[in-house]
């Protein structure tokens, strides 16, 4: 972990993935899609934690050397592995990656810090810089997060008995970041084999 750090990767890798099974693991060119996201996000220098509900098989956890957090909220979806992980982040601020989302890459990452740093300077420091595209549609699972905010939200929403992430964000300070024509290709997420088809190796 490089001394500057201020995020740390929260990478969500416990989705049951109902409509491809074993989704993470298959391969794009000839490397797992779950090492590739990890592999793109990490080469800032960013500290990351993966979470999970299973261990990783060995032939993928052996290219992965961040820590390793099991979900221990149960079945309640990402807003659960979200919160589990962020209980282990010792950073301000936290980076929330779906594990299906085979173009996000580090750039990201510094674009809604930039943002974050950009905001606190004129203004509060929100809570949440959540991606949000051109018809609306929001990428919580792609959004830079105040660690404490989040954790502390995430918790509250589980005990109301709701589940969705965007739930969560109810009450914190969002700041949109939108994305354009040109980057929207970094946040598709594959959810079909037509979907993994479609991804170039990189």
């Known amino acids: 972990m490089k001394p500057e750090s201020t995020v740390t990767i929260v ?55 961040a820590p390793i957090v099991e979900d221990t909220h149960g079945d309640v979806g990402p ?15 936290l980076f929330a990656a779906a594990a299906d989302l085979p173009n996000v890459d580090a750039g990201v990452i510094d674009a809604l810090e930039e943002l974050y740093r950009l905001e606190a300077q004129h203004s509060v420091a929100p809570d949440v810089i959540l991606p949000r595209h ?21 918790l509250r929403t589980l005990a109301q008995g709701r589940k969705k992430v965007t739930q969560a964000l109810e009450g914190l300070r969002v700041t949109y970041y939108d994305v354009s024509a040109g980057n929207a290709a970094k946040f598709v997420n594959v959810n079909t084999a037509d979907d993994l088809a479609g991804i170039q190796p990189a």
Request: glycine content about 8%; overall charge positive; aromatic content about 2%.
């Open 11 to 65: 990478l969500l890798a416990g989705g049951k993935a109902t409509r491809l099974p074993g989704k993470l693991t298959r391969t794009i060119g000839d490397e797992p899609m779950i090492v590739r996201v990890y592999r793109r996000l990490t080469t800032g220098g960013r500290p990351c934690i993966v979470s999970v509900r299973e261990p990783l098989p060995a032939a993928v956890a052996q290219h992965i050397t």
């Open 79 to 93: 807003l659960g592995a979200l919160a589990s992980a962020a209980a282990h982040v010792r950073t301000p601020l």
């Open 134 to 154: 051109p018809n609306g549609d929001v990428e919580p699972l792609a959004a830079l997060y105040d660690t404490a905010a989040l954790c502390a939200s995430a």
